[in-house]
């Protein structure tokens, strides 16, 4: 019971995966509200017994932090068209000009985009899993020390 409680809580405070570097720390609240709705499909989605994944948007905004440290190679690039053209369709947020449209990918980029978003969403997980954990250290530390101040040592020595 607490595991799913976690993985809905998750849903909206897991931490939003971007590239090393200092960009993308603030994405925009279209790009937020798009993550967060598509990883609550996504949990849906494992509560029926599929296997969860990363989301598009996550994809989209992290290809795109990525991008302006480094330039994409042409892979990456038409993966990244694709993941925007998803998240811009799915979300209603306008024409998107046909030269950046990217409908459907090759089995070896295909490939490489779903390895992705499982990286993506092993890492959201994994931050989520140390936050749980940092949490429960410091109510311990709490506890104990609640105990010391309610409990004096017998013995001091």
């Known amino acids: 019971m607490q595991k799913g409680i976690s993985q809905i809580a998750g ?3 897991d931490p939003i995966i971007v590239c090393p570097g200092g960009w993308g ?3 925009p609240a279209r790009v937020k509200e ?3 709705l598509e990883r609550l499909i ?4 494992a509560i029926k017994g599929e296997t969860a994944t990363g989301t598009d948007a996550e994809a989209m905004w992290y290809l ?3 991008s302006l440290n480094a330039p994409l190679d042409s892979d990456w690039a038409e993966i990244y068209q694709y993941a925007f053209t998803q998240v811009y369709r799915r979300h209603k947020w306008g024409e998107i000009p046909s030269d950046l449209t990217v409908d459907k990918l090759d089995n070896y980029r295909m490939g490489k985009y779903l390895h992705f978003k499982h990286w993506i969403y092993d890492h959201h997980i994994r931050g989520r899993h140390d936050r749980d954990r940092a949490e429960r250290r410091e109510q311990k530390d709490q506890e104990l020390a609640r105990q010391s101040t309610e409990q004096p040592a017998l013995f001091k020595f």
Request: aromatic share 6%; hydrophobic share 40%.
């Open 64 to 66: 795109s932090t990525a």
């Open 42 to 45: 996504e949990q849906m989605k």
């Open 34 to 36: 798009a993550i967060t």
């Open 11 to 13: 849903v909206f405070t």
């Open 25 to 27: 720390d603030s994405p």
